[in-house]
């Protein structure tokens, strides 16, 4: 198999199999160390966590493809999450899916032609109280309008000329 | 025999057994309830939420799943109450409502729970207001014999049961949510186990089909002769499905004490081998000749030679009705030849043997040991040899086929009874086309000593031509056909069964559809060996028609 754990995350891994009596139940911990090792979770990865964890491949297909927060393609360098849920949705995120739509070409679930940044429609962010939100890769973007969300973008977009990899 | 309890369903006391669930104690009873998930042979799931009940229980009445709820002494059920109608109905909207109720094109209807449950409990105002939601994945090729087709899937998970924890090969899965879940294999992967097409038989809709079946028939122009499969010494029970003298699948038959209602694909899929290859007029030395003169010939070449010079050989594919034949008729020449076992084999039903009937063989005390005929071969004592149903030409490493090959120049007469054009026909002096089991009745006996019937679907391509145990009671007593003391194969076992003490009370038509548990040693062990499924077949219950 090509895919394979870092040894430190082989380490981590084995770390959280002694927090359970059951391997099985390290399923969900391992497919987000190897999302977080990967970038994403491919058929090989999932493969690889089957064997891993002991569990048929398909069974892991299921669990991977039933939460939307694993990427089963390459994300975008910058993976955009926006919520659509209630609140967000009453305070203006609709606006902002059409503008994230036009200006940046790209559909929910579809990643831009540079690569640099893929799409998502999530359910509630927990963060209500600042809607509309939107969570690009492990930050959140809180009380948006398009303004905002246009001035974040042009400085995305600025910094991954250079080398600046900070969001 | 299992303890009995008393509840009552709609307002009537019913007994059922104790251990069994609602929707178990309405089938005991021919209480109509719809289902998807629910099947007899599988574990329960409780995913299609369709068999809807309402039960009194302490905490008031309450709308629960029967096939999740076991039921208790004296609790009162109601199929039918206003509530559990409602339910019931309001599931089964759901299940149809992104169907793609491609009816007119599915292989599935005619036998489809969809189609029978919407006409037994539907209802039949379309309520949809929002757009249609086409889930696709048509006609995805997802095996060697199955056809997946994911929208017309209503994820009762039988399939991903079946084959989890019956085969326990986890192949298929339900992948996403909501109303976007489907059913499906791992990418890249394909359904590589070798009972995949059992899982077409019991999914309720056509989400899953036979490639060897796809647009072939419509089930309601089959007809179902209950049969057995011979393609290992299991023996499954089966029907075979045909139409027009033409079998078009065979489909595993319930008995819950052989194959459940499961069989493997190297059974399922030799039904086309009924068709082929096959040998309908008599041969003299390759020349076609009628079955007069075939009769005549054999007749008069065999009038002038002593008995001991005749001998007989057959294989374990024959019929008890052969053997009793070659046993009764043809005297003391006749040798059963078994060919090595060398199939692929497993706990669950799968033999090494691939013939059906080695038990009938040894149940009928033919000679197996084949040395002394050899001998007598060898030194040119045997002046005519029958050979029974068997591809002898084609034995390889078997010593009885190898000393015949070098010594065939010492036999002066070879016959050869067969349904079959295969190596063996174009090296004898005569050929007797017989007819192959699915055009005649017989009886088999499996591995773990089951005897079984297997009844007549077809008629033979020519009138004249015989089952093997007639045509050779024809051949060993030179009888002229109007003298024939049998006319069907199964007169030949209602003659035989008065000379058995297990089979005596059991004429051809009463024997039961389970098969006779004969009383001899085994030669294998049980079906489903440390295969421990939960699931619970009430002694009341009527068989399985279909899924
Ligand atoms: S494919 Fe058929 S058996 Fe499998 S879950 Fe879907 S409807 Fe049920
Ligand atoms: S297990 Fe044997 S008897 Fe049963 S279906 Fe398969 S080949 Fe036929
Ligand atoms: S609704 Fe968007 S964060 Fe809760
Ligand atoms: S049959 Fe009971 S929930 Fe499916």
Redesign the pocket.
Known sequence: MAVQFSEAALKEYEEIVTRYPDKKATLLPALWLAQREFGYVSDEVLEYIAQLVGMPAVKVYEVAEFYTMFHKKKPGKYHLQLCQTISCYLRGAEDLRSYIQETLQVLPGETSADGLFSFQLVECLGSCHTAPVIKINDEYYDSLTVEKLDAIIRHLKKNSSGEDHGV | MQKMITVNINNQEYEVQEDCNIVEACDAHNIPLQR??YHRYLPVDGSCRTCMVEIETPQGMMVTTACTTKVKPGMAIYTNSEKAVAAQKSALEFLLLDHPLDCPICDKAGECLLQDNYFDFGRYDFRRTVARYFKGGKALNAGEHIV?DQE?????????RFFDEIVRTPE?G?ISRGHESS?SLFPEKFIRNPYSGN?AD????G??TLKEFRFKQRVWFLKKTKSICTQCARGCSIYIEHNKNTVWRFMPRENPALNRVWMCDRGRFSFNKLHEKRIFTPLKHQEEISFNQLYDDIAELLKTRRSGEIAWVVGPFSSNETYYALKTYCGDNAVCLMPPASGERDDLLMLAEEYPNAQGATFFGLQTETAPLIDKIQKGRIAALIIVEMDLFNLRNDSFAQCLMENIHKIPLKIYLTAYRDETVARVDYVVPVRTYAETNGTFINATSLLQKACQALVPEHPDIDAACIALYTIATGARKHQRRYSDASEMYDKLRSHYDELRSFQFNQIPEYGIALNMPKRADEPFKGIHVDFNVCSTAKPLEES
């Open positions: 998807f998930c997946l017309r899937c209503i994820l009762c998970r039988r399939c991903i298929l339900i059913i899982s019991i999914c309720p809709v989400a899953l």
